[in-house]
């Protein structure tokens, strides 16, 4: 039989996994969640952390609010419950981990002009796409989004022949690795079609790649159709609050900056953000 002190420090750590794991979900519209009740700071729970990872797979974007300032360490480490860390961007004196990348409006501070190249996936250039990306905000601005949009509902959205022709597609990067990937695949993670590609960073698109009616076609009026068929989907459009801290499920949603996430400081104050991303281990096929 415990005694009353044993028992009382063994009521306190039963409490703080329960409160740990009693956190809330606030699903939004049509993709992803607002997580409430969990400091990431804090030590997680292992039953914890697999909720997340459960959570993050079944609404696809998890948004948690009210988390202060994390660390990049701290950082690095909630993205290692996914896998290991890939870095492969621009090394800012100011970012805080070596897989932690700075971006910012101002040069200073971070990485400029990233994430207004166009719709994309993270590390479409890899051979593996990135599995999953995080993303903290440091300092928000008055304005500046991250939009988002769900991949399996854009397909499944297209009409008919638009969806065949987009399956016959193979998109071959203009950076770093330039194999053939398939536009449009089945997620490793969901079963559920989803799609690997970049509107500002393809060199060209193949046509039956591998048949005897193989044929290359230029990027831009592919790109533009995407562009298009992703403007008629109900787009999340992200406005950063302080505290803010989100886990997406790369392989399921496209995204892209905002453009007044340029901005100039003088207009809409300082941004600084933190991304980790996480390393693949499906290439499309």
């Known amino acids: 039989k415990l005694n009353p002190l044993s028992q009382l420090l063994r009521m306190r750590v039963?409490?703080?996994h329960m409160s740990a794991?009693?956190?809330?979900?606030?699903?939004?519209?049509?993709?992803?969640?607002?997580?409430?009740?969990?400091?990431?700071?804090?030590s997680v729970?292992?039953?914890?952390?697999q909720r997340i990872k459960d959570d993050v797979s079944r609404h696809r974007l998890l948004i948690f609010r009210d988390q202060g300032i994390i660390s990049g360490p701290r950082q690095a480490e909630i993205g290692g419950w996914f896998g290991d860390l890939e870095s492969t961007f621009r090394k800012h004196p100011r970012?805080?981990?070596?897989?932690?990348f700075r971006v910012s409006n101002d040069p200073a501070e971070g990485c400029i002009g990233v994430g207004r190249e166009g719709w994309h996936i993270d590390g479409s250039f890899q051979p593996a796409?990135?599995?999953?990306?995080?993303?903290?905000?440091?300092?928000?601005?008055s304005r500046g989004a991250t939009r988002f949009v769900a991949l399996t509902e854009l397909l499944s959205s297209l009409p008919v022949d638009q969806l065949a022709h987009w399956r016959r597609l193979s998109m071959r990067s203009d950076r770093r690795d330039q194999a053939l990937k398939p536009l449009v695949y089945v997620h490793p993670g969901t079963g559920h079609p989803t799609m690997c590609f970049h509107t500002g960073m393809t060199a060209a698109y193949v046509e039956d790649a591998g048949s005897e009616?193989?044929?290359?076609?230029?990027?831009?009026p592919l790109n533009r159709e995407?562009?298009?068929?992703?403007?008629?989907q109900p787009v999340y459009d992200h406005c950063w609050r302080a505290g803010d801290f989100l886990i997406a499920d790369n392989l399921a949603l496209g995204h892209e900056a905002s453009p007044d996430t340029q901005c100039p400081v003088s207009e809409?104050?300082?941004r600084v953000m933190h991304r980790s991303t996480v390393k693949g281990t499906h290439a499309p096929t």
């Open 14 to 16: 039963m409490y703080s």
């Open 21 to 42: 794991a009693s956190y809330t979900l606030k699903p939004l519209p049509n993709f992803g969640a607002e997580v409430f009740g969990l400091q990431l700071r804090d």
């Open 45 to 49: 729970p292992g039953p914890v952390v």
């Open 95 to 100: 970012s805080p981990h070596p897989d932690v």
């Open 129 to 141: 796409p990135f599995s999953h990306s995080l993303y903290h905000i440091i300092d928000v601005p």
């Open 213 to 220: 009616r193989e044929r290359t076609l230029p990027a831009q």
């Open 226 to 232: 995407i562009e298009a068929a992703i403007e008629a």
């Open 268 to 270: 809409v104050g300082l």
